[in-house]
């Protein structure tokens, strides 16, 4: 089973696996099935944060694996925009490159450079993200390997272009309207970063495709 924040995490891996089916999933508000070297695949994604993933995973479900994954923003200063971030039970057969290290989660976006060190030092995490410790507590619950495999949207050495923690819904979900109006009362900044940071994710979307096309876990 694969679990992201949003449909689009997923796009490099649909991109690559062909038809995708879709599941009338209860909570999920994104579900497909694919199929993967003969095995089935579920995909789901319900939002950022641990709530959002606690609504998808109430009862349990019979399978043999959780991958959380998804963009995250880079801790260690080593990492580039693509660069795939592994962190979980074993490493898996892949003929790709990744980096294995921790992950940092939780339920906050991490906005600037300096709290971005401040985690690394804290942690010793190399990457951050919302949903992998919350994926990880259903991986236990339900006795199965998880994994977390992230790719890079957003350098160490770079801010975000806003801090979009303001700009959650009660649910945790983000709220696209209002990113939009903080983005036009600064169009001539906000808006080029914004576009930067949709670019970024476009090529971590499109690594992480070519991630999973060339691993067995």
């Given at each position: 089973?694969?679990?992201a924040?949003e ?9 690559r ?10 909570g ?22 641990p709530?959002c ?15 959380n ?14 660069d ?29 450079v300096?709290?971005?060190r401040?985690l ?40 975000m ?28 900044t ?6 930067r ?7 971590a979307?499109e ?11």
């Open positions: 089973m694969l679990v924040a449909a689009r995490e997923f796009s490099g891996i649909l991109k696996f062909g038809p995708a089916v879709k599941l009338d999933w209860k999920a508000r994104f579900a497909r099935a694919i199929s993967k070297d003969g095995d089935r695949w579920l995909l789901a994604a319900n939002g950022p944060g709530r993933v606690e609504e998808v995973f109430r009862k349990k479900m019979e399978v043999s694996g959780i991958i994954t998804g963009f995250c923003g880079a801790l260690d200063p080593a990492l580039r925009i693509g795939v971030v592994v962190w979980g039970d074993a490493p898996p057969a892949c003929g790709g490159r990744y980096v294995s290290g921790a992950i940092s989660s939780s339920d906050r976006v991490v906005v600037t300096e709290e971005k401040r690394r030092e804290e942690t010793g995490a190399i990457a951050a993200e919302m949903e992998a410790g919350a994926v990880k507590k259903i991986a236990e619950r339900w006795s199965v390997p998880f994994y977390s495999v992230r790719a890079v949207s957003d350098r160490a050495d770079e801010d272009p806003l801090d979009f923690n303001l700009y959650r819904d009660g649910a945790g979900r983000f709220s696209l309207p209002r990113i939009a109006m903080a983005a036009m009362s600064r169009p001539f906000r808006i080029p970063a914004l576009k940071l949709e670019a970024n994710c476009n090529v979307s690594s992480l495709g070519a991630f999973f096309a060339d691993c067995r876990f």
